[in-house]
Structure formats: structure tokens, C-alpha cells
């Protein structure tokens, strides 16, 4: 796969300019309100029973997530749009470097309940699946949304998206429920829907993230207009044979 | 960054514009039609739309489900307009940010509104979408009155609150435009706000007298589950409104007044909105004051009084085999009652019909949950009770679709069931003894053996018997139920039966069966089946049914019940 190969060489160069466009305020301002909420309502000497400590943690996962919705917008999308780091790249290295800050956010969410109450069994792993699904959903909506929303702030439409998703959620009739109590026995059932909404929303951010700017164009297009295929193959060849100063151009109009 | 361009509200009249019309006019025109505009904006935006749509469902869900007590009623529209107030907060963010997203800030320079005027007419775009608000609401409760056994009449203030949480979610919304200018912050406010209002509400569950405070909130519940008469009810609805439409009023003055001091707009100005800031400030603190103020000793007088001696505040009907007490106001709901209660009786021996006649049927609600003190509540029904026999509770809500229907005629048609077999040490005996009086306080909640034995199934085949929706009731409670008993209700009242839960599988059991069979061998052993003493084993042998297998209760709901 030379093309990913490509892109992967592009990481080290593309990673502190990346860190320095993310727009850290927001999500971290939800992780922060999440276990904020999440203190306030599991106290130690507040008794609750095992499915209202699962709903008050369900809670906290929207909240987190909802502050993921603003990870993607990237005003200067328009202008990046020919560099040689696809779409897809830039917007994965903006989650990857989220992933720190999410694990120790979720690690403190978990943390906080087993310190509250130590003698409930809490399904972690079933529950690890359903913030990863909820998160992947953030950020595929987001992803979508940058097509709608100008300057490419998909944050716009993806939190109202993601609060309405999450109320119809816990609105679903219970042959169809996301939020099923833990010792019920649509628990499992559940849990498979989770994973396949994970699957889904991976697959729809990977595609809504396919680059723009290397789109094929329809065939009728590229007849009308056989100038223009012969300069991008001109160009992709010029980028086969490597062109020193890619990662320095990308750097600059990222940053 | 751009720099807002700013400027008076009087620039020069643009060409076409009549020199006499005063600037200030032609200002407020200006902002006006901003206003129109941006308030068809605002009801056509996404958010909007799908609020909307789930605000109609919500209402028309809840609406559904049982006969309305429209006292009641108007506070169960406060919850299903809370999308819309959410909707109004992101979707008036959004449009008062729109400009900084779309680059187009310093094209406003050329217009002649100033930024406070924009602001202003921000504020009044939500004002439709307020009106929306209060058509659902009225509509809802107009549908809901026209239901047959409506009661009851809505609280204007109750019925506003739904529309003041619009008004202040713009509000807000069109604040927290104007101090960030960051998109990310409407919605971290917003479930700030959703989720500390689920902890407030939560919180309430103890009623209004052991945490009022929890009024500073923005949306309440009802205390009980059955409404109790308006009289009794003692929620400041009246003052909420006033601190809800306070608060959304500092909102949008404090909105403006940071345009203002963005944009440095006069002095005068700027002086007329601090105004009103400190006015709004002022009367929502007095709100928020009136509001927690405890119980009043007069109301909780109230309450005890009818909580202890519910048949002196209700009034009480004759309808053919059975009395009906209910709190004055409610009569139309006798006629939901009359074919469930006719349906038992008309299932028992006439001997023992009109022996057990007239049945009494009367209103109870959890009074518990509107008690300051339980323990005094406990000692003044105990007192109260000591005349008056033992009734047939039905609560004040009565279902109309589903669940709601099935569970409370179920418990009607067992309660007036058990009133007809009668307690367990007032029956005959089978050798015909004279029945002897009933001893101890009646107060005991599910007296020994009341809700067990073969009597017991008698009594759950009769209810069962009564209508398809009792039997579904009954099912629902065997089938659902995690506890070793079987109540039809959530707030039990002293003479609500409880009944084991083998008694309600046998019960079950006995409707797969042939009715006519099973009345036959009924009617023919009556007075041994009302003993006491008979099992269901001996049951069974009458039936021809095998009883159901005795089961251990899970550890932490102790004993078996019967």
C-alpha cells in the first residue's frame, strides 16, 4: 500500500501543527463537566440503586461526547484541501490525539463510581463499548456536518445531532433500546447493537472524511474537460517521484 | 480578529427614506424586521423542527394514557415543551454567532442597527417560538378537557411555565452569543442545565416541605402519582412563573447590556438597561424567595385532615350495588368506574352480593408523599379510620390506554373483589357461624392471610374476571413482578390489598380454564372457599387445578407473604 505508506511518513510532520489547530477548549470543557456532573451525583452516603448509577454514567458519556462534536472543525479545511495529507489523515491524528485525554476522562469516570460504590459489579467492558460507539457517532456526525455547517464547523451540527440521538435513545421502545438497565435481559442484545453502531460510525467517518480534492470526477466530466485529468495525472506523477518540501507546505497551511 | 464596526442608531437616512421619520423610529423599525426575520429563521431551524416534533409526541403520549385530571394535566406539559426550550437555546447561539461564523461582522457596520438593537431583536425572535409553545399547550389541554371523565380545571401559571422555559432557554442562548463567542459553549451549558435539573427533580421526590429550595430549579414533578384535589395541591406555580420569567428578563437585559458596553453605546443607554437589570434581578430574587417558602401550617392542617379522614372531605354517590365516594369535583369519573365494579359483583353469589352491599368505592391518593411528618400522618389515620369500615380504594388517576388501564382497573376490581369476600375474620364460617367483629387497628396494612388463601385466588379470578384489561393488569403483575407480592399500586393505601404472589398465579391459572366451569364449582363451594382456612391445594382438588408450586422470595424481600 505505497499510498498509505505515503501517508503514514506524513504523521511526524503533520503532528504538532495539528496539535496546535485542535480546538482543545471544547472538548476538554466536556470531559471536565462530565466528571464535574458525575461528582455531583454519585456522592459517597447517597445510596443509588445499580440502573440509575448506570444512567447517571450514561449521562457523563454524553456530556464527554458531546464536547467531541467540536473536534473536527477545522476552518482552514478549504485552503488544505491540496496538501498531501488525505482528509482522513489529518482527522484521525486529531482523534488520536484526543485518545490520551479520552482514556483518562473515561478511567475517572469508572474510577469515580468503583470509589462511590465498591460493592457493585459494574459491567466496565459493555460500558467501555457504548462510550467508544457514542464517541465514533460525535465524530461521524461531526464529520458529516462539516459539509453542511460553514467553515467546516461540523461541531455545529453534530451536538445538536448527538443530544437529539441520545434522547431518542432513551426514548426507544424496548425491543429496540440502546440504554437497557444491567440486569435486564436485553443487556446482551444491547450490547450487540452498540458494537454495530461502532462499526457503522467508523465506517461513516472514514466516510465522510474521504478527501474532497481527490475525488474522481464523472466520466462525462473528465471527457469534457481532458486538460484537466492530464494535469492531475502530470501531478500525481510529480508526487511519485517526491517533492522535498510537502511536509514543510503542509505544516505551514495547517498551522 | 475583526473589530465590530459600530456606530449610533441615528446615521444618515438611506436614499428613499423620508427625512421626517425620527431616527430612533426608523431604528426600531429596523430592528423589528430583524426580528420577523430572524423569528422565521428560528422556527424553520433543524433543531426547531425535530423539538417540535418530539415536544407533540411527548404530549401526546402522556396525554394518552389516562382519563385527565387537568389540575394535573397542565403540569404534565411543562416537561414535553423542554426540547423546545433546548432547541431555542442552541438554535438562538447559533443565529446570534452567525455572523462571526460566516465572516460577516463587519458587513453589519453598514447597516443602521446597533449591536444592542441586533441583540434586542435576537431576544425578541424567541418570543414566536414562545407563542408556539403556548399553542401545543393549548391545544393539548383543550383535547384533554373533551375526554370523556375529564376533571378539573388547568392553573393558568402552570399551563404558562412550558412557554416562560422557551422564552428563557433564548434568552440564553442569545446570552451566551454575546459573552463567547465559541459554538461549543450553548450546548455544555444546555446539559449542564438538562442534567441539574434531573438531580433537582430527583431531589423533590421528598415533597415540596423537605427540600423547597429545590424550586430554584427550573421543571418540578407532582409529588403524588394520584392527583390529589387542587385545594390540596400547594405547588407556587404563580411565583415559579414569576421567577422563570425574571431570570429569562435578567438574561436578555444582561445580553444587551454587554452589547452595549461592547459596542460603547451611550451612557443613557446603558443606564436604562442596568435598570432593568436590577429590576429583573429583584423580582426573580423575590420570586425565588416566595417560592421555597415552607408549607403553610393552614395547608398542612389541610392535608392531614384529609389525609386522616378522607370520607369527611369527599362527597358520596348510590349508582346501583355500590357507594362512591370521591373528592368534590370528580364524579364524572364514577361513570369510568360503575361497569368494573357491576363486572366483580355480578361474579359472585347474590347471596353473598347483597350481604357484602353496598360496597363502598372511595378515592384514596399516597398521602405520604404530601406528609411533613409520617409518623404524625400514621397516628391521625389510625384515629381517623376508627368509625368507618374498610373501603374499596381507587386512586384519583384512572388509565385510559395500556398499562395505565390495565393496572388500575385491576385494582379496583380486586379491591372491591376483597371487599365483597370481606376480611378474613368477618366471613362466615362454613358451619354458619355469626361472623365475628373485627379486632385490632384496621390500619395494618395488608392484615394477615387478607391476600391469601383460596379466598384470595377467588377474589383475583373475580377481578380478573371482570374486564379484559383487569386480567392484563393481574398478568403484568405475575409475569413482571420481582417481588413475592402483588400490589396494583405504587402508593398503597391501608385498605389496599395485597395479595401473595401463588395466589395470583393460581388466579391466572384459573381464567385459562373454562369461566362457566369454574364459576359453577365457585358458587357451589362459596362458604368453604371464603374460610380462612382453605388452601389452595383445596382449591385445586374443587378445580381440578394443580396449584402452583410454592417459591422462596430472592433473600433481601424476607418471608414469603403468605
Known amino acids: 500500500m505505497p499510498w498509505l505508506r505515503r501517508q503514514l511518513r506524513l504523521v511526524p510532520a503533520l503532528l504538532v501543527p495539528t496539535a496546535r489547530a485542535v480546538g482543545w477548549a471544547a472538548p476538554l470543557a466536556g470531559f471536565a463537566l462530565s466528571l464535574g456532573l458525575l461528582a455531583l451525583a454519585v456522592r459517597p452516603g447517597l445510596e443509588l440503586p445499580a440502573e440509575r448509577l448506570v444512567l447517571w454514567l450514561r449521562i457523563a458519556m454524553t456530556v464527554g461526547a458531546l464536547g467531541c462534536a467540536f473536534l473536527l472543525d477545522d476552518p482552514s479545511e478549504p485552503t488544505t484541501e491540496g496538501v498531501a495529507g488525505s482528509l482522513l489523515l489529518r482527522r484521525s491524528l486529531r482523534v488520536v490525539l484526543l485518545l490520551p485525554a479520552t482514556a483518562a476522562w473515561w478511567i475517572a469516570v469508572v474510577w469515580r463510581v468503583r470509589a462511590v460504590q465498591p460493592g457493585l459489579p459494574l459491567p466496565v ?82 466516510a465522510a472524511s474521504r478527501d474532497p480534492a481527490h475525488r474522481r470526477l464523472p466520466s462525462w466530466l473528465r471527457g469534457l474537460a481532458p486538460g484537466l485529468t492530464r494535469g492531475r495525472a502530470a501531478r500525481a506523477e510529480a508526487r511519485r517521484s517526491g517533492s522535498p518540501d510537502a511536509a514543510g507546505r503542509v505544516e505551514r497551511s495547517v498551522g | 480578529m475583526t473589530t465590530t464596526g459600530e456606530h449610533d442608531d441615528d446615521p444618515p437616512p438611506a436614499a428613499g427614506v423620508p427625512r421626517d421619520v425620527p431616527a430612533e423610529v426608523r431604528s426600531r423599525r429596523s430592528m423589528l424586521a430583524l426580528a420577523a426575520v430572524e423569528s422565521g429563521r428560528l422556527l424553520r431551524h433543524p433543531a426547531v423542527l425535530a423539538a417540535t416534533a418530539l415536544s407533540v409526541w411527548l404530549l401526546w403520549r402522556w396525554g394518552r ?61 424567541v418570543l414566536p417560538l414562545a407563542a408556539l409553545g403556548g399553542v401545543l399547550v393549548v391545544v393539548d389541554l383543550t383535547w384533554l378537557a373533551g375526554v370523556p371523565g375529564s376533571v378539573g380545571a388547568p392553573h393558568i401559571a402552570e399551563a404558562a411555565t412550558g412557554p416562560a422555559l422557551i422564552v428563557l432557554g433564548g434568552c440564553l442562548g442569545v446570552l451566551l452569543g454575546r459573552v463567547w463567542r465559541s459554538v461549543a459553549v450553548a450546548p455544555l451549558v444546555l446539559v449542564g442545565l438538562a442534567v441539574g435539573s434531573l438531580t433537582l427533580a430527583d431531589l423533590y421526590v421528598g415533597g415540596h416541605d423537605q427540600r423547597s429550595w429545590v424550586w430554584l430549579g427550573t421543571l418540578l414533578r407532582p409529588v403524588t402519582i394520584d392527583p390529589p384535589p387542587v385545594a390540596l395541591l400547594g405547588r407556587p406555580a404563580t411565583w415559579h412563573l414569576v421567577y422563570l420569567l425574571g431570570a429569562a428578563i435578567l438574561l436578555g437585559a444582561l445580553a444587551v447590556w454587554r452589547s452595549q458596553a461592547q459596542a460603547r453605546a451611550r451612557r443613557r443607554a446603558r443606564a436604562v438597561t442596568g435598570a432593568v437589570v436590577v429590576a429583573a434581578l429583584a423580582v426573580a430574587t423575590a420570586a425565588a424567595a416566595a417560592q421555597t417558602r415552607p408549607t403553610s401550617p393552614a395547608l398542612a392542617a389541610q392535608r392531614l385532615a384529609a389525609a386522616s379522614n378522607p370520607t369527611a372531605h369527599q362527597v358520596c354517590q348510590q349508582r346501583g350495588p355500590a357507594v362512591y365516594c370521591v373528592f368534590p369535583g370528580f364524579e364524572p369519573q364514577i361513570a369510568l368506574w360503575e361497569p368494573t365494579v357491576r363486572a366483580v359483583l355480578a361474579g359472585v353469589p347474590p347471596a353473598a352480593a347483597t350481604r357484602a352491599a353496598p360496597v363502598t368505592v372511595a378515592q384514596r391518593i399516597g398521602w405520604g408523599r404530601l406528609a411533613q411528618d409520617e409518623d404524625r400522618l400514621a397516628d391521625a389515620q389510625s384515629r381517623g379510620r376508627g368509625d368507618n369500615g374498610p373501603v374499596a380504594p381507587v386512586g384519583t388517576i384512572w388509565g385510559r390506554d395500556g398499562q395505565a388501564l390495565a393496572t388500575s382497573q385491576a385494582r379496583l376490581a380486586s379491591n372491591v373483589a376483597a371487599r365483597v369476600i370481606g376480611p378474613p375474620d368477618q366471613v362466615l364460617e362454613p358451619d354458619g357461624e355469626q361472623p365475628k367483629s373485627s379486632s385490632g387497628p384496621a390500619v395494618e396494612m395488608a392484615a394477615p392471610g387478607e391476600g391469601c388463601g383460596a379466598r384470595a385466588v377467588v377474589a383475583l379470578w373475580l377481578a380478573a374476571r371482570a374486564s379484559s384489561h383487569a386480567a392484563v393488569g393481574l398478568r403484568q403483575q405475575v409475569t413482571d413482578g420481582r417481588l413475592p407480592f402483588i400490589t396494583f399500586t405504587n402508593d398503597v ?40 382456612a382453605t388452601t389452595l391445594e383445596r382449591l385445586g382438588e374443587l378445580v381440578g387445578v394443580q396449584p402452583p408450586p410454592h417459591r422462596a422470595p430472592a433473600p433481601e424481600f424476607g418471608e414469603n407473604l403468605c
Do not use: K
Not at chain 1, 443530544?163 to 450490547?191: E, I, K, N, R, V
Open chain 2, 65 to 125: 394514557g389516562t382519563v385527565p385530571v387537568l389540575h394535573y394535566a397542565d403540569i404534565a406539559t411543562q416537561f414535553p415543551l423542554a426540547p423546545l426550550a433546548a432547541a431555542a437555546l442552541l438554535a438562538t447561539n447559533l443565529a446570534v454567532l452567525r455572523p462571526h461564523r460566516d465572516g460577516a461582522v463587519d458587513l453589519y457596520g453598514a447597516t443602521r442597527l446597533s449591536l444592542a438593537r441586533r441583540t434586542l431583536a435576537h431576544l425578541l425572535s
Open chain 1, 125 to 206: 467492558a459493555a460500558l467501555t463499548l457504548e462510550a467508544a460507539a457514542l464517541l465514533a457517532v460525535t465524530l461521524a456526525l461531526a464529520a458529516a456536518g462539516s459539509r453542511l455547517a460553514p467553515e467546516r464547523r461540523g461541531g455545529v451540527v453534530a451536538a445538536p445531532a448527538l443530544l437529539a440521538l441520545a434522547s431518542a435513545g432513551f426514548l426507544l421502545p424496548a425491543q429496540a433500546t440502546l440504554y437497557a438497565p444491567p440486569d435486564s435481559a436485553a443487556w446482551d442484545g444491547t450490547h450487540r447493537r452498540w458494537a454495530l453502531l461502532l462499526g457503522l460510525a467508523l465506517a461513516a467517518l472514514a
Open chain 2, 493 to 532: 393505601d391501608a385498605d389496599d390489598v395485597v395479595w401473595g404472589m401463588r395466589e395470583g398465579q393460581f388466579a391466572l391459572a384459573l381464567l385459562e380454564r373454562p369461566s362457566d366451569q369454574v364459576a359453577q364449582t365457585v358458587w357451589r363451594n362459596w362458604d368453604l372457599l371464603m374460610a380462612p
